[in-house]
Nanobody
Framework: QVQLAESGGGLVQAGGSLTLSCAASGSVGSIFAMAWGRQAPGKQREFVATALSDGKVYYRASVQGRFTISRDNAKNTVYLQMNSLKPEDTAVYYC????????WGQGIQVTVSS
């Protein structure tokens, strides 16, 4: 399975922006679905954005219009641009390759202060 490593998390004020990066150990071009998920304290992990190899992207309703997922197959990297961040976006964010039963990164903390 591909190894994934997230970076770019941190603390930001509400209304601010962060960009997460996910570096993959192998080629992401051949992976049908690359995604970002998150897990808030006391809650289950949920998918927030998915980018398919055919160019289609999907977003959770709560982040639609604020988050943008992109994949750079040449760099084997997936990004999550997060704008207009809200305190409820606070969570550990995970990079994913291949769906729920695929590969997950170790996660990175994003904290949005009010």
């Amino acid at each position: 399975q591909v190894q994934l490593a997230e970076s770019g998390g941190g603390l930001v004020q509400a209304g601010g922006s962060l960009t997460l990066s996910c570096a993959a150990s192998g080629s992401v071009g051949s992976i049908f679905a690359m995604a970002w998920g998150r897990q808030a304290p006391g809650k289950q992990r949920e998918f927030v954005a998915t980018a398919l190899s055919d160019g289609k992207v999907y977003y959770r309703a709560s982040v639609q219009g604020r988050f943008t997922i992109s994949r750079d197959n040449a760099k084997n990297t997936v990004y999550l641009q997060m704008n207009s961040l809200k305190p409820e976006d606070t969570a550990v964010y995970y990079c994913n390759a291949g769906g729920q039963h695929g590969s997950w990164g170790q996660g990175i903390q994003v904290t949005v202060s009010s």
